[in-house]
């Protein structure tokens, strides 16, 4: 009988504990990128929901101005001042320029599976009158998406890559959003004539968060769909650029509040934000990663 149940009681442990996932197996909480000044260029940094563990990633001797992440939450597709794309290793900092039929993006934003980018580009000779399109991150595939009039820019996805959602002018003071599907492309207006929209960013339930100065100031403002937009800050400062958490439950954004412009976080059904980053130099537009495995 010993010799029985012992095995098997050491079998059952050794199967629960199989069972149980590792913390790596399940992935970290998603890492924040951002832009900050360092020396004479915007480069990326990180940093952790908490506002601890900021760091550096590039150090290339180029602007930047903005990125996304891969799905894999270890590579970030960065823009460039002078309209190229670059795929950089957060761990490491190595870049590898996208070989692409195009340059001239400087608001690109990758797909969520990682196979496409949606921009905005002006024509030859255009001013004000930018469009928005696709490519596939190979190269391949390019397709432009809208024909309308002055100026259309600030793509972001869908979270399910079914609709890519961006800011049109009227050549007025209007910045409406808009909404397009990338494989009919059939849109939808969204906003109408509420002054200035910009920076959007989409949760993963169909939630709005975007930046608009309605109220007279710049403040964040969320939105569900079919729902009247919801006011989420109210502070003298500009509040801009929000990104969600990838559960949806916090907004991280970046505010000149407490002086000089760095990232803040807002909870949900919090009213006051808490400061992430301590700057000098300023820090903006963050994106908010997915969870990732760390490297064995």
Known sequence: MERFVGPTLLGLALALWAATPSPAAEGRPGRIAYLAQSGDYWQVWLVAPDGSHSRQVTHSAYEKTGCSWFPD??????????GRLYRVAVDSGAEEALALPVTGMLDARLSPDGTHIAYSIAGPGSVDSNEIWT??????????????????????????????????????QAHDIWRISPTTRSKEQLTVGQLYHFELALA??????????????????????SEAPQQRTDDPALDASPSW???GRALVFHSTRGGGMNLWRLDEGATTPVRLTQHPGGARSPEWGPAWVESP
């Open 135 to 172: 490519v596939g991150v190979d190269g391949s595939d390019r397709k432009r998406l809208t024909e309308m009039p002055w100026l259309q820019n600030q793509p972001r996805w869908s979270r399910d890559g079914q609709w890519i959602y961006f800011v049109s002018g009227d050549g007025t």
């Open 73 to 82: 939450g270890k590579h970030l597709l960065v823009n460039s001042l002078e």
């Open 245 to 247: 958490a990838p559960d």
């Open 204 to 225: 993963a339930d169909g939630r709005m968060a975007f930046s608009s100065n309605r109220s007279g100031n710049y403040e964040i403002y969320t939105q569900r769909p």
